[in-house]
């Protein structure tokens, strides 16, 4: 299927693995020019250069902390107007809730709720008069059902989800966009490190944890992170314009609700 979106820009934050590197390589697919980010600038470039060779795209490689105001304004130097943003930020690790402390829920929020937001203020009103753009938040399985050890992220994703649920119908009516992307378990670093954290939390082997983790997907298995990007690139797509505000659970079926 033709995406419709050859041609246009994109930002995807925290893109030089996992999620948001799937993401970036779906919409370099799609013939986006890509900005990809991350922390670390000999990882960025490592995947810069393999997103070149895959796609052909035009990638450009920006080093920041994107929830910093200097991380953002690197980005949008880099595309000062983007037609779609991929939100996407680590999150906290595992930890009990009793042993959570007031700077740890700050920064959560800080993280996963002011950082995203920020960044839409800052691009939503190029997009409503270019009449084009698309938001697409990854958030977490953690907003619908609740995830041992992860309420801080719980909480901060959530709240995000909230805010932007009233500014999605606000812009919708210039072919702009907001839909969220709630992962559950897939194939990355980050799910062996966080599944490490827990099994240390239940004083199981690391081994265990990942067992009993995939035990609990319908599915049998964990997500592929590909299927991801390619769910984000579709939402990111001329032919969705008629979706936003939407939330889209892609858990191979773990969590069991009707609606």
Do not use: W
């Not at 995203?116 to 008069?129: C, H, N, T, Y």
């Not at 909230?162 to 709630?182: D, K, M, P, Q, W």
Request: charge should be positive; glycine fraction near 10%; hydrophobic fraction near 45%.
């Amino acid at each position: 299927m033709d995406l419709g979106i050859a041609g246009r820009t994109a930002i995807v934050c925290a893109s030089s693995k996992g999620l948001g590197r799937a993401c970036a390589e779906s919409l370099a697919q799609a013939g986006c020019t890509v900005v990809i980010n991350g922390r670390d600038a000999a990882t960025l470039e490592a995947t810069a250069a393999s997103l070149r060779a895959a796609t052909g795209a035009k990638i450009i490689a920006v080093v920041a902390d994107v929830s910093t105001r200097a991380g953002q304004d690197a980005l949008l130097a880099a595309a000062p107007e983007p037609d779609i943003l991929v939100n996407n930020n680590g999150g906290p690790p595992p930890k009990p809730f009793r042993e959570v402390s007031r700077e740890a829920l700050l920064e959560g929020v800080v993280q996963n709720m002011a950082t995203p937001l920020e960044l839409v203020q800052r691009v939503v009103d190029g997009m409503i008069a270019r009449k084009f753009g698309r938001i697409v938040n990854i958030t977490s399985a953690s907003v619908v059902t609740p995830l041992t050890g992860l309420d801080v992220s719980s909480g901060a994703r959530a709240g995000l989800t909230a805010f932007l649920a009233g500014v999605a119908r606000e812009v919708a009516h210039a072919n702009v966009t907001i839909n969220n992307i709630l992962p559950g378990m897939f194939d990355t670093d980050r799910l062996k490190s966080s599944t490490a954290k827990m099994a240390a939390m239940e004083k199981v082997t690391p081994e265990e944890a990942a067992a009993k983790r995939k035990a609990a997907v319908p599915a049998g298995r964990f997500g592929y992170p590909d299927e991801f990007g390619k769910l984000c690139a579709f939402l990111a797509s001329t032919h969705a314009g008629y979706i936003t505000g939407q939330n889209f659970l892609i858990d191979g079926g773990a969590f069991r609700g009707t609606f």
